[in-house]
């Protein structure tokens, strides 16, 4: 059993290299791992599944980090822990917190220190 078995992780992230990365790491330590290129489809995903947390950079493509973050708290049939792994700075970083972002990591990340964030995420 992997770190992170038996967690459901939506992956939101529209660089290919990183999110097929994030994808094989995270399943890895055991994960079940869903993944997006784009904001919208992850706020469709967050509506029609249950996950336990929303990894998810805040530059993409069709929406902003915030609105995503806030758009997938109101969709979800249950609010999973928003952790957000970015390489911007202010104010998109206020931005996230304001909209309910729980963790905010900036890039390049520490794996172990990933792992033992999205481990202190309660699964239901």
């Known amino acids: 059993?992997?770190?992170?078995?038996?967690?459901r992780i939506l992956v939101v992230e529209d660089v290919?290299?990183?999110?097929?990365?994030?994808?094989?790491?995270?399943t890895g330590e055991g994960a079940d791992?869903?993944?997006t290129a784009n904001g919208n489809e992850a706020i469709r995903t967050v509506a029609?599944?249950?996950?336990d947390i929303l990894l998810t950079d805040l530059v993409l493509p069709?929406?902003?980090?915030?609105?995503?973050?806030?758009r997938s708290i109101e969709a979800a049939r249950r609010r999973?822990?928003?952790v957000v792994v970015t390489g911007a700075a202010e104010p998109w970083v206020e931005r996230?917190?304001?909209?309910g972002a729980d963790v905010i990591l900036q890039k390049p990340i520490n794996?172990?220190?990933?792992v033992n964030c999205l481990r202190t995420t309660e699964q239901r």
């Not at 996230?96 to 909209?99: C, N, V």
């Open 33 to 35: 791992v869903a993944a």
């Open 111 to 114: 794996w172990t220190e990933l």
């Open 96 to 99: 996230a917190r304001d909209a």
């Open 80 to 82: 999973p822990r928003v």
């Open 48 to 51: 029609e599944r249950d996950i």
């Open 16 to 26: 290919p290299e990183s999110r097929q990365a994030l994808i094989a790491l995270l």
């Open 62 to 70: 069709d929406v902003d980090g915030d609105t995503l973050i806030r």
């Open 1 to 7: 059993m992997g770190a992170l078995s038996g967690y």
